[in-house]
Structures are given as structure tokens and as C-alpha cells.
């Protein structure tokens, strides 16, 4: 994945989260069957989990060079 395509992918995500999360409190609000409210908080943490996965990429990505070998002395 391009960096470009990463942030953009990042950004989608986030957008996502912000959207699930709107919905599940206004399920909430309107007394929804807990299993519904289980559903959005699973959507939640999927979509948290890969923001997770994309944030890892970026830093491996971006080759910083400090963890590419260890000098002990």
C-alpha cells in the first residue's frame, strides 16, 4: 500500500468509527434490544482493530531506521 492510500484508508475508518459510534447512542437512547447494541460495539471494535493494523503499516512503512539493528558497545 501506497502512503497516500493508507492515510486515505485512515481516514475512512475514522469516518466509519464516528458514524457506528452516532448510531449506537442513539440506539441507545431509544432502548434498543442489547443484542443490537452488542452488534454496533462488535463494528466497533472491527473497525478499531483495523485503524490498529493500518497505524502499524504507516510505522513500518515509514523506515525510520531505529529498529532495523541493535549496537550493544
Request: aromatic share 6%; proline share 1%; no cysteine.
Amino acid at each position: 500500500m501506497t502512503d497516500t492510500s493508507t492515510e486515505q484508508r485512515l481516514n475512512e475508518l475514522l469516518e466509519r468509527e464516528r458514524e457506528i459510534i452516532k448510531k449506537m447512542n442513539l440506539a441507545l437512547r431509544a432502548g434498543a434490544n442489547p443484542q443490537v447494541i452488542g452488534q454496533f460495539d462488535f463494528m466497533l471494535q472491527e473497525v478499531r482493530f483495523a485503524q490498529q493494523d493500518l497505524r502499524q503499516i504507516q510505522k513500518s512503512s515509514k523506515g525510520d531506521g531505529f529498529d532495523d539493528y541493535l549496537s550493544i558497545g
